[in-house]
């Protein structure tokens, strides 16, 4: 099955600094969606982005699907950022799961 | 409703019990999955289904789990005679459409003791 890297395993920043999330992934995908795991373990959809680029607030991400990555960029960090951030995606082969990466889990600190 | 609701939101059984997951997705998203997250580790797919159509259950990790969907309501995932390791985060996820973006619930806190 496909395999999903995420780096770094672990960020710890401060308040207010910028971090460039990567996902890489080893096969060609029709879906690569981000999550944000808060502390509570709530899981919340920040992009949904099998191509191209978004933003969102302080939050943006970019896939380049040719070359099998994603980048999540997330400026002006605050508190309320920290926990696990997972990509996950999705390949044409008939099988419509998302298969998660391992996150990269962000501190940032006050 | 306005989001994916999950019940319950914690659950203590003793080894060898059953347990019935309940998953109630947002109205008119025709795509429900389960996935499970172990502490620390990320999310395993477990099952989805699609509207009317058979279910994909090449995740389930064993005959002990089932799981179920009437059309596009409410979903529940029973696992039999429980063991220590079925303890984890049970985790349902709705989605407008098949490869759509996915809204999550809060989740099911299993343990086994």
């Known amino acids: 099955g496909i395999q999903v890297e995420q780096s770094p395993p672990d960020l710890i920043l401060q308040e207010g600094a910028n971090s460039t999330l990567r996902c890489n992934f080893s096969?060609?995908?029709?879906?690569l969606q981000w999550f944000h795991q808060n502390p509570w373990g709530q899981l919340i959809n920040l992009f949904y982005?099998?191509?191209g680029t978004k933003q969102n607030g302080r939050l943006s991400a970019t896939t380049v699907a040719t070359e099998r990555y994603s980048l999540l960029y997330i400026s002006s960090s605050q508190t309320t950022d920290s926990g696990v951030y997972f990509c996950?995606?999705?390949?044409?082969?008939?099988?419509?799961?998302?298969?998660f990466g391992t996150g990269t889990r962000l501190t940032i600190i006050p | 409703g306005a989001g994916v609701s999950q019940s319950p939101s914690n659950k203590v059984t003793e080894k060898g019990k059953d347990v019935e997951l309940r998953c109630d997705p947002i109205?008119?998203?025709?795509?429900l999955y389960w996935y499970r997250q172990r502490l620390g580790q990320g999310l395993e797919f477990l099952i989805y289904?699609?509207?009317?159509?058979?279910?994909?259950k090449s995740g389930l990790p064993s005959d002990r789990f089932s799981a179920e969907r009437t059309g596009e309501s409410v979903s529940t995932l029973t696992i039999q005679r429980t063991q220590q390791e079925d303890s984890a985060v049970y985790l349902c996820?709705?989605?407008?459409?098949?490869?759509?973006?996915?809204?999550f619930g809060s989740g099911t806190r299993l343990t086994v003791v």
């Open positions: 996820a709705s989605s407008p459409r098949t490869g759509g973006p996915y809204t």
């Open positions: 096969d060609s995908v029709n879906n």
């Open positions: 982005i099998p191509s």
């Open positions: 996950a995606v999705g390949t044409n082969f008939g099988n419509e799961k998302l298969t």
């Open positions: 109205s008119g998203h025709t795509a």
């Open positions: 289904f699609q509207g009317n159509s058979a279910p994909d």
